[in-house]
C-alpha cells in the first residue's frame, strides 16, 4: 500500500536561498521550511502531488509552449514569467557566458532575472524528483484562475497580498491561514508563503484532474494550474 496520504498536498515557492512548503489536506494548509529540493521531496514524500513554483523542464532550443500559453493567459501580468533558458546553459559559469550560449541558439539573451534563477534550476534537476507526481505550477496563473473576477495588484503591495489573502481564503479557512501565517519561520516573506499555498491549490486540482495545462498534458513542457 502506498506510504502517501490521499488526500495531502504540497506547494512549494522559493524564499531567499530556501523553499517554503505549504501543505493542504483538504481543510487546513500548515507551512515549513526547508533547505533544498532533496529536504522538500523527503517532507513531502506522503504528499499526492507536490506543485513547485520552478521551471522542471528546459528548452533545447527556443521558448517553452507552456511559457508561451502562461503568459498569453495573463495578459499584462505576463511578465510575472521570466523564459526558461535553454538547456545548454546550465553549464554557463558566469552572465555573459549564459547569454552568449542563449544568443547562439536562440538569437536572444537571458534576463537578469533568469539568471538569478539558475542556481534554483539546477539544483531541482540535480534532485530525484518524480516527474508523475511533482509538477511545475505558476502561482500567478493559479491566482488568476482561483479568482478570475479580479484584477490583482503586485503581490508585493498591501492590496496585492489582501487580495491573495482574499482568494486563498475561498477554499482555506480564513483563521487557519491567519494562524499558520502567525506559526511560519521567519525567513519566507509574505507573498512566498501565499504563493506556495497557491502552489497548493493546483497541486490539489491535478491530484483531482481538475487542472489546467499550459503546454503539453505531460510533464515535457507543462506548467499546471
Known amino acids: 500500500m502506498s506510504s502517501r496520504t490521499e488526500n495531502t498536498v504540497a506547494g512549494v515557492d522559493g524564499a531567499k536561498g530556501e523553499w517554503v512548503i505549504a501543505r493542504f489536506d483538504g481543510v487546513r494548509v500548515d507551512?515549513?521550511?526547508?533547505?533544498?529540493?532533496?529536504?522538500?521531496?523527503?517532507?513531502?514524500?506522503?504528499?499526492?502531488?507536490?506543485?513547485?513554483?520552478?521551471?522542471?523542464?528546459?528548452?533545447?532550443?527556443?521558448?517553452?509552449?507552456?511559457?508561451?500559453?502562461?503568459?498569453?493567459?495573463?495578459?499584462?501580468?505576463r511578465s510575472s514569467i521570466f523564459h526558461t533558458p535553454v538547456h545548454a546553459a546550465l553549464e554557463a559559469?558566469?552572465?555573459?557566458?549564459?547569454?552568449?550560449?542563449?544568443?547562439?541558439?536562440?538569437?536572444?539573451?537571458?534576463?537578469?532575472?533568469?539568471?538569478?534563477?539558475?542556481p534554483a534550476i539546477r539544483s531541482w534537476r540535480a534532485s530525484s524528483f518524480d516527474a508523475?507526481?511533482?509538477?511545475?505550477?505558476?502561482?500567478?496563473?493559479?491566482?488568476?484562475?482561483?479568482?478570475?473576477?479580479?484584477?490583482?495588484?503586485?503581490?508585493?503591495?498591501?492590496r496585492g497580498a489582501g487580495q491573495r489573502m482574499a482568494a486563498l481564503s475561498r477554499w482555506i479557512d480564513p483563521r487557519n491561514l491567519a494562524d499558520g501565517l502567525a506559526d511560519l519561520p521567519s525567513g519566507p516573506a509574505l507573498d512566498d508563503a501565499l504563493d506556495a499555498a497557491a502552489a497548493a491549490w493546483s497541486a490539489w486540482r491535478f491530484s483531482r484532474s481538475e487542472h489546467r495545462s499550459f503546454g503539453t498534458a505531460d510533464s515535457s513542457d507543462r506548467i499546471v494550474a
Open 31 to 77: 507551512w515549513t521550511v526547508e533547505h533544498d529540493p532533496e529536504l522538500v521531496l523527503a517532507a513531502t514524500a506522503s504528499c499526492r502531488t507536490v506543485g513547485v513554483d520552478m521551471p522542471l523542464s528546459m528548452p533545447t532550443s527556443g521558448y517553452r509552449a507552456s511559457e508561451v500559453e502562461a503568459k498569453r493567459f495573463l495578459g499584462p501580468a
Open 132 to 158: 508523475d507526481r511533482v509538477v511545475e505550477v505558476h502561482p500567478e496563473c493559479s491566482f488568476r484562475l482561483m479568482t478570475p473576477d479580479v484584477t490583482f495588484a503586485s503581490k508585493k503591495s498591501g
Open 93 to 118: 559559469t558566469s552572465y555573459a557566458d549564459a547569454c552568449a550560449i542563449s544568443r547562439e541558439i536562440t538569437g536572444k539573451a537571458i534576463s537578469k532575472q533568469t539568471w538569478y534563477l539558475m
